[in-house]
């Protein structure tokens, strides 16, 4: 049984993803600090179609596992977190756009935080 909590999940999740590339190069920042910004500007459809057409697909492809670990099972993948952001009834994606930016944030904090050490 976990026991973690589901904010627990995702950042254990986000620490998972970032440190196992080791120290973050420069793109990789760049790209962790201003999406939390583009979700919240934009929307998240618009902030992930923006990720897939510059080929941000590193980081997609972390923020789609931060968001499987707060419960979203059937976002696999980047693609996959695309099309769900596209397709939600708009309650469920006013709750897929939060929970985003929270695992958008706690992947910038790590990035800040590893990118330093």
């Known amino acids: ?3 973690n909590t589901r904010s627990q999940r995702i950042a ?7 440190s196992a590339r080791g120290k ?8 962790a600090k201003k999406f939390p910004a583009l979700i919240h ?16 697909s590193d980081y997609l492809e972390d923020l789609a596992a931060v968001l499987r ?13 695309d099309d769900c952001a596209r397709k939600q009834p708009l309650t469920e994606y006013l709750r897929l756009s939060r ?4 695992a958008a944030s706690w992947l910038k904090r790590y990035t800040e935080a590893l990118k330093e050490g």
Request: charged content about 25%; overall charge negative; hydrophobic content about 40%.
């Open 1 to 3: 049984m976990n026991r």
């Open 12 to 18: 254990q999740t986000a620490y998972n993803r970032v």
């Open 24 to 31: 973050p190069n420069e793109e990789y920042v760049t790209r």
């Open 41 to 56: 500007a934009c929307g998240l459809a618009q902030a992930v179609a923006f990720g897939l057409a510059k080929e941000f």
């Open 69 to 81: 670990a707060a419960g979203y099972d059937e976002i696999k993948d980047a693609g996959k977190l």
């Open 99 to 102: 929970d985003a930016l929270t």
